[in-house]
């Protein structure tokens, strides 16, 4: 009876906790490009209405992002096209949404441009 509850509490806690969870990110959380990329994508569980999307270079300088579709809207999917070609360094992309319950998190990942090995 005790593992019955758990697992119903579980599978009743699981849809909450996923609120706005990212689900798939380009660029990936760690990883390194050989060149600048065009776009950043984000993908979550559920739809979010992203609030604020940035990218951040290893100074804390913040480049530009033009977002795709209606910035009001709750979506699983959120793109941006980077507006200029990085050079190699660190970057950052840092998010802030709601949650149709109106949960509000967000989150972070980092990547790496480096040079073009030739």
Do not use: C, N
Request: no cysteine; aromatic share 4%; charged share 25%.
């Amino acid at each position: 009876m005790a593992a019955a509850a758990l697992a119903l509490g579980l599978a009743v806690a699981g849809p909450a906790q996923a609120h706005s969870d990212l689900h798939h990110a380009e660029p990936a959380d760690g990883a390194v490009l050989r060149s600048s990329p065009p776009a950043i994508s984000l993908m979550f569980a559920a739809p979010v209405r992203v609030m604020t999307l940035k990218l951040l270079d290893e100074s804390g300088r913040e480049r530009r992002l033009v977002r795709e579709g209606e910035r009001g809207a709750a979506v699983q999917e959120v793109r941006a096209a980077v507006q200029e070609t990085l050079p190699p360094g660190a970057y950052r992309v840092e998010w802030r949404g709601a949650s149709s319950d109106g949960h509000v998190g967000g989150g972070a990942l980092a990547f790496r441009v480096d040079r073009a090995t030739r």
